[in-house]
């Protein structure tokens, strides 16, 4: 069983950068694709980045394209999500979370293994 923990949420102005970080546990950390995903209030979870076991693929949607990098450690069983140019509209709690499967989807159904969240608060 994997457990995920995150860190590195704040309050940041328009404009600026943040650093997720996942720190996983867990035997299975290198074989299992990995995403962050984040939710704000009244809206649905959504999949910002996913990247599969060995971070030769990653995925973005265009909201975050361009803005967002997701990378992974497999030694270190970290997986991090730089978020540069923040946008207000990118305030949410976001989320770690590792799916059985080696290759990375955007479903949030696909992912069995959750973090507790870290805030992320973008000022205008």
């Known amino acids: 069983q994997v457990q995920l923990v995150e860190s590195g949420g704040g309050l940041v102005q328009a404009g600026g950068s943040l650093r997720l970080s996942c720190r996983a546990s867990?035997?299975?950390?290198?074989?299992?694709?990995m995403a962050w995903f984040r939710q704000a209030p009244g809206k649905e979870r959504e999949c910002v980045a996913s990247i599969n076991w060995i971070g030769s693929g990653t995925y973005y949607p265009a909201s975050v394209k361009g803005r967002f990098t997701i990378s992974r450690d497999n030694a270190k069983n970290t997986v991090d999500l730089q978020m540069n140019s923040l946008k207000p509209e990118d305030t949410a709690i976001y989320y770690c979370a590792a799916t059985a499967s080696r290759y990375a989807t955007t479903n949030m159904d696909d992912y069995n293994t959750w973090g507790q969240g870290t805030q992320v608060t973008v000022s205008s």
């Open positions: 867990g035997r299975t950390f290198t074989s299992t694709a």
